[in-house]
């Protein structure tokens, strides 16, 4: 199983960006789905969460601003980032909950990280 983010760039404040994260490989469920996102110095934090039947959580720094949301069909999760800040500048990082083929548990997996970067 892999997870591939993409979408990540360099954008000026109040900016928008839209990143996607697709799951790939022997999988039977994607339960939760997160966004994490790490900043120089800094300790990786989660930025928005959802689960398989829809269900979302937020951190409060990103809150009104930030939307994720999910298409089941295509194993994929979105992060649209609106109004964006200076501060949002981060490695962002997808992250899933995936029961593989053939397995009863789940496992926690990690996409490569895409870079987002806010200034003028």
């Known amino acids: 199983v892999q997870l591939q983010a993409s979408g990540g760039g360099l954008v000026q404040p109040g900016g928008s960006l839209r990143l996607s994260c697709e799951a790939s490989?022997?999988?039977?469920?994607?339960?939760?789905m997160n966004w994490y996102r790490q900043a120089p110095g800094k300790q990786r934090e989660l930025v928005a969460q959802?689960?398989?039947?829809?269900?979302?959580n937020y951190a409060g720094s990103v809150k009104g601003r930030f939307t994720i949301s999910r298409d089941n069909a295509k194993n994929t999760v979105y992060l649209q980032m609106n109004s964006l800040k200076p501060e949002d500048t981060a490695v962002y990082y997808c992250?899933?909950?995936?029961?593989?083929?053939?397995?009863?548990?789940?496992?926690?997996?990690w996409g490569q990280g895409t870079q987002v970067t806010v200034s003028s």
């Open positions: 490989g022997s999988i039977f469920k994607i339960n939760t």
């Open positions: 992250n899933a909950d995936i029961v593989r083929h053939g397995f009863y548990l789940a496992h926690d997996y």
């Open positions: 959802i689960t398989y039947g829809g269900s979302t």
